[in-house]
């Protein structure tokens, strides 16, 4: 995965068996990296899901690898579960660094409002781009560095 600036929004849908949305699509993300419903961590939950039980030696866990690191997630449980259910399901993700990820915040807000037919504009909050800001984040990083310092 190349990361770059700029929106780094990636989807998962179960619109389509290859994880596709031509809505995502059209607002220029990208399919999650790594998403392949034929790989067996994928099967795995998805027979967990509609069965509701199956037995371990179907998938001895000791055997990870790489290619099953997404399904390990616990985002891919749930969407697995409700797609088994017949529920349209996408998850959006935007993938940044450790530390103060409040501009990420704001940005898969704006995504979220984006794929949902939103108005962003229209959203009445207490911050940055009205949006409604915790109080928690208020003192997290605390206050900005004095620029004359630099």
């Known amino acids: 995965m190349v990361c770059t600036s700029g929106l780094q929004i990636y ?15 059209s607002f ?31 998938f001895p866990f000791e055997e990870l690898g790489d290619e099953d690191y997404c399904a390990s997630l616990p985002f891919a449980a749930l969407f697995s579960c409700l797609k088994a259910k017949g529920l349209k399901v996408t998850c959006l993700f935007y993938y940044c660094s450790e530390g103060d990820n409040i501009p990420e915040a704001f940005g898969m807000a704006e995504a979220t409002c984006k794929f949902m037919g939103l108005n962003k504009n229209e959203v009445q909050g207490n911050g940055a781009a009205n949006w409604i800001i915790p109080f928690s984040w208020q003192s997290v990083y605390g206050p900005p560095a004095d620029m004359s310092l630099f």
């Open 28 to 58: 220029g993300w990208k399919r999650l990296p790594g998403y392949d419903p034929a790989l067996r961590a994928w099967k795995y939950l998805d027979a967990l899901a509609e069965e509701g039980s199956v037995h371990d030696e179907y």
């Open 11 to 25: 989807y998962l849908s179960s619109s389509s068996l290859d994880g596709t949305d031509a809505v995502c699509e």
